[in-house]
């Protein structure tokens, strides 16, 4: 009779386990979908704010929503509990000063690299992105945005921030050691075992762009021969 109870205890047990465990997998892929539809949403609203009509090829210099996820006050908006609604329409208020602020932090900063390989100093009152000198090799090759663009074709200001080159990882870490929020925004929340090689975004940042020294270097030399 003991034995048989504590049988049954142990079943109920391992039972509630399995159930709690099926509740909180459901309970994150639900939170997963509703971040997701959040992310577009934020994404519809940055295109918003930089497409109009007539449509040129510079309105796709623009920041992705990857860049923003993890500004405070986006966040604020994106990891609310899931039972709200949240759409394009709720982040029109915040995308005139943070892209602001983004596109001046990022000139800011590639302004300044591109000065450290230069092999001469630029006077006051000259931008340094302007220089023809001033260009960005791409590693990556072929990317999504530019579909004609290759290895061998540099990038300058302000395309450089409309390529997802940069912005791309590639990491074999298991998703899971990501909280929920990061893991979604980052690799769309896909569980995957270690040693598995998974890509994802992540923000654009001026460490992740190729500058080669070498290059620019050697046309500094070829405008200078030229006179």
Same mark, same amino acid.
């Given at each position: 009779? #003991?034995?048989? $109870?504590? &049988? =049954?205890?142990?079943? &109920?047990?391992?039972?509630?386990?399995?159930? @709690? *465990?099926? =509740?909180?997998? /459901? !309970?994150? *892929?639900? /939170? =997963? *979908?509703?971040?997701?539809?959040?992310?577009?949403?934020?994404?519809?609203?940055?295109? /918003?704010? +930089?497409?109009?009509?007539?449509?040129?090829?510079?309105m796709e210099f623009r920041p992705r929503y990857i860049d923003?996820?993890?500004?405070?006050?986006?966040?604020?908006? !994106?990891?609310?509990?899931? @039972?709200?609604?949240?759409?394009?329409?709720? #982040?029109?208020?915040?995308?005139?000063?943070?892209?602001?602020?983004?596109?001046?932090? *990022?000139?800011?900063?590639?302004?300044?690299?591109? /000065?450290?390989?230069?092999?001469?100093? %630029?006077?006051?009152?000259?931008? %340094?992105?302007?220089?023809?000198?001033?260009?960005?090799?791409?590693?990556?090759? %072929?990317?999504?945005d530019f579909p004609t663009h290759d290895a061998k074709d540099?990038?300058? #200001?302000?395309?450089?921030?409309?390529?997802?080159?940069p912005r791309q990882i590639r990491r074999t870490v298991p998703?899971?050691?990501?909280?929920? +929020?990061?893991?979604?925004?980052? +690799?769309?929340?896909? $569980?995957? @075992?270690?040693?598995?090689?998974?890509?994802?975004?992540?923000? #654009?940042?001026?460490? &992740?762009?190729?500058?080669?020294?070498?290059?620019?270097?050697?046309?500094?030399?070829?405008? @200078?021969?030229?006179?």
């Open positions: 009779m #003991f034995c048989a $109870e504590c &049988n =049954r205890v142990c079943a &109920n047990k391992a039972v509630h386990k399995l159930l @709690e *465990q099926k =509740r909180h997998e /459901r !309970l994150t *892929q639900e /939170r =997963r *979908q509703v971040l997701l539809k959040r992310f577009d949403a934020l994404e519809e609203a940055i295109c /918003r704010h +930089y497409v109009r009509l007539p449509r040129t090829a510079s923003f996820v993890f500004v405070d006050e986006c966040r604020a908006l !994106l990891d609310t509990p899931t @039972e709200r609604s949240i759409t394009a329409a709720d #982040f029109v208020g915040l995308i005139p000063d943070i892209t602001a602020t983004w596109e001046a932090m *990022q000139r800011e900063q590639l302004t300044e690299a591109i /000065r450290q390989v230069l092999p001469f100093a %630029v006077p006051k009152g000259i931008d %340094v992105l302007e220089l023809a000198v001033a260009f960005f090799p791409c590693p990556c090759g %072929v990317s999504k540099p990038l300058r #200001f302000p395309a450089i921030l409309g390529h997802d080159c998703v899971s050691e990501c909280d929920l +929020y990061s893991s979604t925004a980052m +690799y769309g929340g896909v $569980e995957h @075992e270690p040693e598995v090689v998974i890509s994802g975004l992540r923000p #654009f940042d001026v460490k &992740n762009v190729p500058i080669s020294k070498k290059a620019i270097g050697k046309a500094c030399a070829v405008i @200078e021969a030229m006179g």
